[in-house]
Structure formats: structure tokens, C-alpha cells
């Protein structure tokens, strides 16, 4: 069974830094893309950040490439994101995701281009 497990987040305050992990189990994502997305409070969900199976490509939603980074660790079947310099309208639910197939480069912002999904990380940022 496939599982795709995230950590990390919590209740910070403002400017700090955290890093989210999203662990993999049931097969190896290392040739698949995967990607961050988060739902802010009455908010849709929308993309956050994606990465390549090798990991060389990736790609963010335009307001937080300067202090997002994604990665991934392929021998660990996991993937991250840092977060710097937090903000309060970071605070949202953080769910990663992986697709099926294997690719695509580059990697998609789309939701429904991705299936697997976990259950989500709660991250809260006071002001």
C-alpha cells in the first residue's frame, strides 16, 4: 500500500524557518514527480512547489520562490520543503504528492495531475 506520510509543521512564529519532510512507503518514487500543495483556511487548495524525479528540475508558485526549497532525497524515498522566513498567510494545511506515471518534466502544478496524496501537516504562523 502506498503512503505518502508529512511532518514537520506546528504552531511558530513569524520569520522563523521550519522544514516540512513528506516520507514515501509501498514503492519507490525516485523516477516520479512529486509536488507540495496547501489549503490556507477557507481558501482552495492551491500548488506551492514540484520537483523531478532526479530532482534537477522544480518549479513554485511565484509569491513564495524566494523563500521556498524543495528537495528530495531519493535514497530515503522522501521529499522537503523549507520554508524561510514564515509569514502568517503561510498558515495553511501542507499536503505533498506524487504521480503515478513515471515523470512528467517539468514537474506539474496541477492537482489533478498527481495520485497519491497524504494527509496533510497543519502550519501555523502568529504574527
Known amino acids: 500500500q502506498v503512503q505518502l506520510v508529512e511532518s514537520g509543521g506546528g504552531l511558530v512564529q513569524a520569520g522563523v524557518s521550519l522544514r516540512l519532510s513528506c516520507a514515501a512507503s509501498g514503492r519507490t518514487f525516485s523516477r516520479n514527480a512529486m509536488g507540495w500543495f496547501r489549503r490556507a483556511p477557507g481558501k482552495e487548495r492551491e500548488f506551492v512547489a514540484a520537483?523531478?524525479?532526479?530532482?534537477?528540475?522544480?518549479a513554485y508558485l511565484d509569491s513564495v520562490k524566494d523563500r521556498f526549497t524543495i528537495s528530495r532525497d531519493n535514497a530515503k524515498n522522501t521529499m522537503y520543503l523549507q520554508i524561510d522566513s514564515l509569514k502568517p498567510e503561510d498558515t495553511a494545511v501542507y499536503y505533498c504528492?506524487?504521480?503515478?506515471?513515471?515523470?512528467?518534466?517539468?514537474?506539474?502544478?496541477?492537482?489533478?495531475?498527481?495520485?497519491?496524496w497524504g494527509q496533510g501537516t497543519q502550519v501555523t504562523v502568529s504574527s
Open positions: 504528492a506524487a504521480t503515478f506515471r513515471i515523470g512528467p518534466v517539468p514537474p506539474p502544478r496541477t492537482s489533478n495531475s498527481y495520485n497519491y
Open positions: 520537483i523531478s524525479g532526479s530532482g534537477g528540475v522544480t
